[in-house]
């Protein structure tokens, strides 16, 4: 028999000698069915989100898929994360593209400049069938010169302008992108402590005392010392506080995503293995 089932059989007990109210009954009934609507409509969600994370992995196999256990909480090891996260590919992969912008500005105005050519052909003859035929057997050698003068300097300059202001405005961008990511690296750290510090609180004092509360609440009530209302409004505290700790888990984990996300790799993770309880 569940702690909940012999909650119900106790009050149906005391409503059966009259030490209760069948408005007491009917109170508890009625927060039970919501609470169990509460908890079908979470199981939708749940199979929802399942749906959305199997269309974003392009998963169509029929198996379940693959749950973690308890979330683990964290803390970011002693390194420089700054540093890790404006060497993010995405920021090199801008350097890149504005080295790429100076060196076609560099072609385009080497592309200006006067141009000398110099080409020498040597035609291999080899000797005349006829005899006595004049210059038998002699190859034939040309030479040639070349002169290449661009005569739109004007063309080639817009050019040449327009390749750096796309390198500039690249190199912009690069700076203004790890602005961002630097900002955002503050927040995800700052999200991860905060969430990382809810969750031991609840784990290690809220709940704890939430717990103590309700088992006094319902010791009360045993002995007709408290009401019906007084045990469901402990009982929702209890469990609002467990929903709470679940939010601050998976807070940490998504501010952990976040982070591996700003600095390009897997951060290296400290557990924390004790709850820090508040004072």
Known sequence: VTPRRQRQMCIRDRVSVGAATLADLQQVDLSRA????AIRTMDERERMAIAGLRAAIGDRSPSDLPTVGQPLLARPQDEDLREAALRH??????????DAANARARAVGASRLPTVTLGADWIVTGAAVMQDTPDSGKDAVVAGVGLRIPLWQGTYGHDIAAQRTMAEAVRSDRIARGDRMLAELEVALSQIRDSERRATVLTGTLLPQADAAYASVLGNYAVGQSGVAQILLSQKDLLDLGVERARAEADHQRAWAQLDQL?????PRVPVTEPENSP
Not at 89 to 98: I, K, T, V
Not at 263 to 267: D, K, P, R, T, Y
């Open 34 to 37: 919501r609470l169990e609507d």
């Open 263 to 267: 600095v390009g790799a897997e951060v």
């Open 89 to 98: 590919p995405m920021l090199a992969a801008l350097d890149f593209r504005s």
